[in-house]
């Protein structure tokens, strides 16, 4: 091993554990129903005593909101909605107070259309800024061609002042930026510099694998210059720093994964994959187009994806985020069985290689909603629902989709307590709440042994305390098993084992590992054992000395 693969196996991110914040919905300071950075503050402690190592805040930048801050208006500014730049810099020096880092939101394929760049670059073809959004010649009425955004509609918008259609893959409120303009990618990296300079911990990079599109050839992700524009990107900002930086990537695969996520640092800490969340949709449709859960296709997956990754680059390991439903309503059981596969759901993931992401309130086994459509706030869903009205679908079937799928799912505010608005607010919330809030809320759960909430926080511990779990190596057991999901972690010292039952039902498990699994080091049942019957939805994680 030479020094600089001994010096990439210390990076501080390997052994972390990161927690994602959707601020409008976190926590609301001053009650105007709107979560704020004054509200996160208030809750450091709760997230100090969880443990985790870093928050990544999801975008707080001055925006108009079309897409909750994804419209960006002013990098270098905090939204008033959610406070000021200095209730940003006393957030990441109170955070930093608890070993707690902060991660920002960098939305750089797009800029908001009410960002000066955008105001200018509409004024005419010879403004400065002009090309520094992605323009092509037309007519009106006829695109250059038949790409669609992915809020619906089409992924042109015509502006009459230039005669040229802008492109955008969101709303026509996100004009693309072009990143072929070296004095764009400049603009950018000296706006990074400038937040690195303010004492941020690291970034999300929002749907960066989208930056190199090529409209005239269809290409949206994975384009020709992406690979080339990270490795700028990275050597002229975060690379002298020690940050940690995960590249939101829908079109990764694990091959484009050891690119983006190589030991070497040339271009990224990790990325988020998303071929575990998409096993949900019909394969070629939309998202809103559901089918069965493969069970074992799950675990072909998560295998592939720990072995191929091992020792070549790293894996971000995750259930949830502001886009996705809740994971204990999906893969798990949202009723009878909540915290028992909220646990299981929470230690199966845990034990794999990679740096773990929890989201807001997965730590209490939130649940999805279901609202009348009036309720609803997200602009994805919004749109659905216009767009499949007009396409003839039913309204059942257009709920169906929404409530196993809308991004609100995982917006409704953090259920802190059982008291009013579910201590999110003093006002009136933006969103309504989950009614579940009174059974549902961290004032519960902190205290209580076996709550959810501790489970995750035994979780983070151990992960802290046991090297194997940043280091060991992934082998799957039980690979045609129905069931089941079991797997082992090895290192040269030791070994993990997790053993889980994805049912409602009782299985049985032949595991010639469980005759001597060594220490129980968590489980979601009190009286776990050796037994070689699992309970529904039961987990345990053993660790063992080898001889
Ligand atoms: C990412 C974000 C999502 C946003 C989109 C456009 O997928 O996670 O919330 O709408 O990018 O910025
Ligand atoms: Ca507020």
Redesign the pocket.
């Known amino acids: 091993m030479t020094d600089r693969d001994k010096a990439n196996q210390n990076k501080w991110w390997k052994t972390a554990v990161i927690y994602q914040i959707y601020p409008r919905s976190f926590a609301?300071?001053?009650?105007?129903?709107?979560?704020?950075l004054q509200?996160i503050i208030s809750r450091l402690d709760y997230l100090e005593n969880l443990g985790i190592d870093a928050i990544w805040l999801s975008p707080v930048c001055r925006s108009p909101q079309d897409d909750n801050g994804y419209d960006i208006s002013d990098y270098q500014d905090i939204d008033p909605?959610?406070g000021t730049l200095q209730d940003m810099e006393e957030l990441i020096a109170e955070a930093g107070k608890r070993h707690i880092r902060i991660i920002m939101d960098l939305v750089l394929n797009h800029s908001s259309d009410e960002h000066f760049w955008f105001r200018e670059a509409k004024k005419s073809r010879k403004n400065p800024y002009h090309d520094y959004y992605v323009w092509r010649d037309g007519v009106e009425g006829e695109f250059p061609n038949d790409m669609r955004a992915a809020f619906g509609g089409p992924a042109w918008e015509w502006v009459p002042e230039v005669g040229q259609y802008y492109f955008h893959q969101f709303s026509v409120k996100q004009p693309d930026l072009n990143w072929e303009n070296p004095k764009l990618r400049r603009e950018i990296y000296d706006m990074i510099n400038w937040w690195i300079d303010r004492g941020v911990g690291g970034f999300r990079l929002d749907v960066i694998d989208q930056i190199a599109k090529e409209p005239d050839r269809g290409i949206t992700n994975n384009g020709p210059r992406l690979h080339e524009y990270l490795r700028e990107l990275s050597r002229e900002t975060f690379r002298k720093a020690d940050l940690v930086t995960v590249g939101e990537a829908w079109g990764a695969t694990t091959e484009l994964a050891k690119l983006y996520s190589n030991p070497d640092n040339s271009e990224l800490s990790m990325v988020f994959q998303f071929e575990h969340i998409c096993l949900d949709q019909i394969p070629g449709k939309e998202k809103w187009d559901l089918a069965p859960l493969p069970f074992l296709k799950l675990k072909e997956v998560f295998g592939r994806w720990q072995t191929k990754l091992h020792g070549k680059g790293w894996n971000s390991l995750f259930w949830n985020n502001h886009d996705l439903p809740r994971i204990v309503s999906r893969w798990g059981n949202d009723g009878k069985y909540r915290v028992e596969s909220a646990k299981m759901l929470a230690i199966l993931l845990h034990g794999m290689q990679g740096t773990p992401y929890i989201y807001q309130g997965e730590e209490l086994g939130m649940t999805n909603v279901r609202y009348e459509m009036e309720e609803y706030r997200d602009i994805e869903t919004l749109n659905l629902y216009q767009e499949r009205l007009e396409k003839g679908y039913s309204k059942e079937e257009i709920m169906d989709s929404i409530y196993a799928k809308s991004r609100d799912n995982a917006r409704t505010p953090m259920q802190w307590s059982s008291g009013k608005n579910a201590g999110f607010?003093e006002g009136e919330p933006w969103i309504r709440v989950n009614p579940n809030y009174r059974e549902i809320n961290a004032a519960a759960q902190t205290g209580e042994e076996d709550s959810v909430f501790r489970c995750y926080q035994t979780l983070i511990r151990l992960r802290k305390e046991y090297s194997i779990f940043a280091d060991g190596e992934f082998g799957m057991l039980l690979e045609e098993d129905e069931d089941i999901f079991a797997y082992t972690r090895t290192d040269a010292d030791s070994r993990l084992l997790v053993v889980c039952n994805f049912h409602d039902r009782e299985v049985n498990v032949s595991l010639e590992e469980l005759a001597d699994p060594g220490e129980l080091l968590i489980a979601n049942y009190r009286d776990a054992c050796q037994r070689t019957v699992l309970r529904p939805y039961e987990a345990r994680m053993y660790w063992k000395e080898r001889q």
């Open positions: 609301d300071s001053n009650g105007d129903g709107i979560g704020d509200g909605m959610f607010t």
